[in-house]
């Protein structure tokens, strides 16, 4: 089980932190992702991080801006600078088997309940 949350309304120029707790026993093991949905467009991703953190993926439209960490209570967190109105969405984050935290939405096994980020102009 997936529990998102930290969206919020922002400016341009400000920064979020979003955070998603997973539970199981074996979430630990778990590749982790962030994917994005705006309106009227399909679900893309975001930033992936691997089941122990040792590799992160990002994809070039976050990349120098947003950061994917994870910590030993299974929570992986999403710290957004920089944001811009193109970025405004529902956020979600996911896990997957796949321990190397890949890019493709179907790779994805559990999902949570999304978080909406709104950055004003």
């Known amino acids: 089980q997936l529990q998102a949350s930290g969206g919020g309304l922002v400016q341009a120029g400000g920064s979020l932190r979003l955070s998603c707790a997973a539970s199981g026993r074996t979430a630990s093991m778990y590749g982790m992702g962030w994917f994005r949905q705006a309106p009227g467009k399909e679900r893309e991703f975001v930033a992936a991080i691997s089941w122990n953190g040792g590799s992160t993926d990002y994809a070039d439209s976050v990349k120098g801006r947003f950061t994917i960490s994870r910590d030993n209570t299974n929570t992986v967190y999403l710290q957004m600078n920089s944001l811009n109105p193109g970025d405004t969405a529902v956020y979600y984050c996911?896990?997957?088997?796949?321990?190397?935290?890949?890019?493709?939405?179907?790779?994805?096994?559990?999902w949570g309940q999304g978080t909406l980020v709104t950055v004003s102009s």
């Open positions: 996911a896990a997957t088997v796949v321990t190397g935290g890949p890019r493709r939405v179907y790779e994805y096994d559990y």
